[in-house]
């Protein structure tokens, strides 16, 4: 602890001063008492004027400070104490009796009877012992009232530190009694348990919160980790997680206390951690084809609203570049980007992976459910990719997330809201797919309020030297050497090349020509063996016996599940060898 002030506190130095008239009216004597520094903080009679007066350090309540022993003095200006003191000439005392103030075991002031006449003198003279023992108990009085005084402000200021230090934290902190009255709550826990009073210590936490687990917490003196509690109030129903352990007092349970966290922070920690990518801003897609630029002008207006966006053009053509951009420049940036392959996944599986589920759903679903990629896009955006490749049951669930904001997780019965903008994308022909029944309609105008084209590289073929540049530099540096120059052959040839894999083939081709060049010059000979040598172009795709290429599709996908059965196992081997998602397989 530290040190106490030599200044006795503003509501002791009062406590003093009636201390000092009381005593002198009971006594026949003045009353006067000094502080560490030997300023009069108290006085009666001719003292009472000249409190806050600084005695000089030479007088002798100095030797009773430092010595903390009683002194007398009987002939004031004469005695040996007094004989240093400067203003001795001025002294109107005819005698003083004086007594140290011990507080925390240290002298921090003095306290003395005062005598200004003979008659005074002689009473304190001839009732010397009396007085002696009666300003030891006054003397002792004062000190114990002034150290309490200390510890009562140590405690309120360690309180005020410990409100400041428990506000200052960003989880909620709620602390119950053990009848289960809230005796701490602070400011994260309030908004994130949303109370509507602004302090709720001293009420009933199962009023405000009825069936709170952290009731059963005090009863049953045994703590949770990372539950997620349901908090349902007339006009909302929401989920925190919380933690809640007993706190003790001597071996006793006296309450519980829990850490609380709105499960939309929960899981933007868990994206943060395992899923987080750089954001790209639109300048970083290089182009400077028209085409390229219309959608890039279209993504900037795009973003800076709320509007579905739907991403259309082939496989590499960087729709996702396009869909973190869009993010990227939104009031939603602050937010997670949270990014799912609709075709990478069968239909069931998806659906938990967009929905989360609860424990218990289905076989091997984990301890406590999990969130879906919904509830982790929070706040931010969610990005569809392949979204046509979405069973219509699923595409029905789609729709009223983006109609409502609410979800059910797989297994609940309970709805919640998200507040989620979606950017989806698909290389697929979508108003066929609607002709033909395979996507729904009503989703469909839902996810394309602002559709963007992204040309392919195919048709921006002067856009090839600026990202050819772009990514040799790039993978050179990753690659840690020196960047090569690229020949004039070689440029050629990519430049005639048509590109049925986009920039993503482009890319491809850079690092393996990085691999196989080790000169400064990156020439024809190390390209990929497929663009040095290319086969004939290939003509209209044709299937056995004649099928369409539906046709065929069906075929080898029934043809496959009678050969390998029709386990979850059996349709990924299947989709695999077939070279086609699982969830066509599914469909």
């Not at 010595?67 to 109107?92: F, I, Y």
């Not at 009863?219 to 352990?245: D, M």
């Not at 424990?359 to 990719?385: I, S, V, Y």
């Amino acid at each position: 602890m530290n040190e106490p002030s030599g200044h006795p506190p503003a509501s002791i130095q009062e406590f003093m001063q009636e201390v000092v008239l009381s005593v002198a009216s009971q006594v026949g004597l003045e009353v006067t008492i000094v502080d560490e520094n030997l300023v009069r903080v108290a006085g009666s009679g001719a003292y009472q004027a000249s409190v806050d007066e600084q005695l000089p350090a030479s007088c002798s309540f100095n030797d009773v400070l430092h010595s903390a022993t009683p002194s007398l003095v009987t002939q004031p200006r004469k005695d040996q104490k007094c004989h240093w003191c400067q203003k001795r000439h001025l002294c109107e005392e005819s005698g003083h009796l004086a007594f140290p103030l011990i507080v925390q075991e240290r002298p921090m002031g003095v306290i003395a009877l005062v005598a200004f006449d003979s008659h005074q003198r002689e009473e304190l003279l001839n009732r010397q012992d009396e007085h002696y023992r009666f300003l030891r108990h006054m003397a002792r009085l004062v000190s114990l009232a002034w150290q309490a005084e200390i510890i009562t402000q140590k405690l309120r200021q360690a309180k005020d530190w410990l409100t400041g230090v428990v506000d200052a934290v960003g989880e909620g902190i709620l602390a119950i009694d053990r009848q289960g009255q809230i005796i701490c709550c602070n400011q994260a826990a309030g908004s994130i348990l949303r109370f509507s009073e602004d302090d709720v210590t001293g009420k009933d936490l199962s009023t405000l919160i009825p069936h709170a687990p952290l009731l059963d917490v005090v009863t049953r003196q045994k703590g949770y980790t990372n539950r997620e509690v349901l908090i349902e109030r007339p006009t909302e129903t929401f989920s925190v997680i919380s933690s809640a352990a007993p706190l003790f007092s001597a071996g006793v349970a006296v309450g519980a206390v829990a850490l609380i966290k709105s499960s939309e922070s929960v899981h933007r920690i868990a994206y943060d951690i395992s899923e987080r990518q750089p954001d790209l801003a639109i300048e970083r897609i290089l182009g400077h084809d028209e085409a390229l630029q219309e959608a890039k002008r279209t993504a900037l207006m795009a973003a800076a609203g709320h509007a579905t966006v739907l991403l259309l053009g082939e496989s590499g053509t960087g729709k996702e570049l396009f869909a973190r951009a869009i993010h990227h420049h939104s009031p939603r940036s602050h937010g997670p980007f949270v990014a799912v392959n609709c075709a990478a996944l069968p239909e069931d599986l998806l659906e938990s992976e967009l929905f989360g589920y609860e424990e218990g759903a289905f076989t091997g679903a984990k301890r406590g459910g999990k969130p879906g990629k919904f509830e982790m896009a929070a706040g931010g955006t969610l990005f569809l990719d392949e979204v046509a490749d979405c069973s219509l049951q699923l595409q029905a669930k789609l729709l009223r997330a983006l109609d409502t904001g609410e979800l059910q997780r797989v297994g609940s019965t309970r709805t919640s809201t998200v507040n989620v903008r979606v950017v989806s994308a698909t290389n697929r022909d979508l108003d066929a797919m609607v002709r033909q029944g395979e996507f729904r309609e009503d989703l469909f105008y839902r996810l394309s309020v602002i559709p963007i084209s992204i040309p392919p590289l195919r048709q921006r073929r002067d856009d090839i030297p600026l990202l050819l540049d772009a990514l040799v530099r790039h993978h050179a540096v990753r690659m840690d050497r020196t960047c090569p120059e690229v020949s004039g052959e070689a440029l050629q040839k990519l430049l005639c090349h048509p590109w049925p894999g986009n920039v993503r083939e482009l890319e491809n081709a850079v690092q393996y020509a990085l691999h196989m060049c080790t000169g400064a010059i990156l020439g024809f000979e190390h390209l990929p063996p497929r663009l040095r040598d290319p086969s004939p172009p290939a003509g209209p795709v044709t299937h056995p016996q004649g099928l369409s290429a539906k046709e065929w599709e069906k075929e080898a996908i029934e043809k496959g599940l009678e050969e390998l059965g029709d386990t979850p196992k059996a349709k990924a081997i299947l989709a695999k060898k077939l070279g086609l998602s699982r969830s066509t397989i599914y469909r």
